[in-house]
């Protein structure tokens, strides 16, 4: 199946910081890719959707200023939390779909504190 | 709106017994009903993809079946090392994103 990376694979971070994540198709030109949230217990949910040099699409309920994504090649997504607290706390991950199948990427923790 | 409801939310079988996993959807314009496996700290892992009623595959001791409503994963003979938690998702005819499922634990006991 299709490559993705992730990294960092975990990060730990003090309240009011910015982190980045970085989602590298390894494999493949992804045009497109897609940013999922996962608290504990609870399902995955889309957060926005990154499109290679165009504004990513994102969806209800999620900040757009705080969530910042970026598709700068098509090898490559980046989403950095800006001013971070702890309900931030969650589990992220990267998603690309070659041929209509929807790989994931190995998922970033990140832990405000 | 999509919605993903997996059955039940956790499940302990004996090594060697087998099961079926649910998952009732609903969907405006179905374009793939997805399994994956998921374990503990780690990204989805692609399993299945079904697109129309009727439609089943299969992998080693897992078989996806696909209805209108419905899908369900049966596990034929499962061992210890096919516990996780199994991931049901959609993709509908509004967007690309799937909408998930909050997932089956599955756990197989030796």
């Known amino acids: 199946g299709a490559v993705v990376s992730q990294h960092p694979s975990w990060v730990i971070c003090k309240s009011g910081t910015s982190v980045k994540i970085e989602c590298r198709s390894l494999d493949f030109q992804a045009t497109t890719m897609f940013w999922y949230r996962q608290f504990p217990k609870q399902s995955l949910m889309l957060m926005a959707t990154s499109n290679e040099g165009s504004k990513a699409t994102y969806e209800q309920g999620v900040e757009k200023d705080k969530f910042l994504i970026n598709h700068a090649s098509l090898t490559l997504s980046t989403l950095t939390v800006t001013s971070a607290h702890p309900e931030d706390s969650s589990f992220y991950i990267c998603?690309?779909?070659?041929?209509?199948?929807?790989?994931f990427g190995p998922g970033t923790r990140l832990l405000v504190l | 709106e999509d919605q993903v409801t997996q059955s039940p939310e956790a499940l302990r079988l004996q090594e060697g017994e087998s099961s079926s996993l649910n998952c009732s959807y609903t969907?405006?314009?179905?374009?793939?009903l997805f399994w994956y496996r998921q374990d503990p700290g780690k990204g989805p892992e692609f399993l299945f993809t079904l697109y129309s009623a009727g439609e089943e595959k299969e992998k080693e001791r897992l078989k996806a079946t696909l209805t209108k409503k419905e899908s369900f994963l049966h596990i034929t003979a499962p061992k210890p090392e096919d516990s996780a938690t199994y991931l049901c998702a959609v993709r509908g005819g509004g967007a690309d994103g799937l909408t998930f499922g909050k997932g089956t634990h599955l756990i197989i006991q030796p």
């Open positions: 998603s690309y779909n070659p041929v209509e199948t929807q790989y």
């Open positions: 969907v405006s314009g179905l374009r793939g």
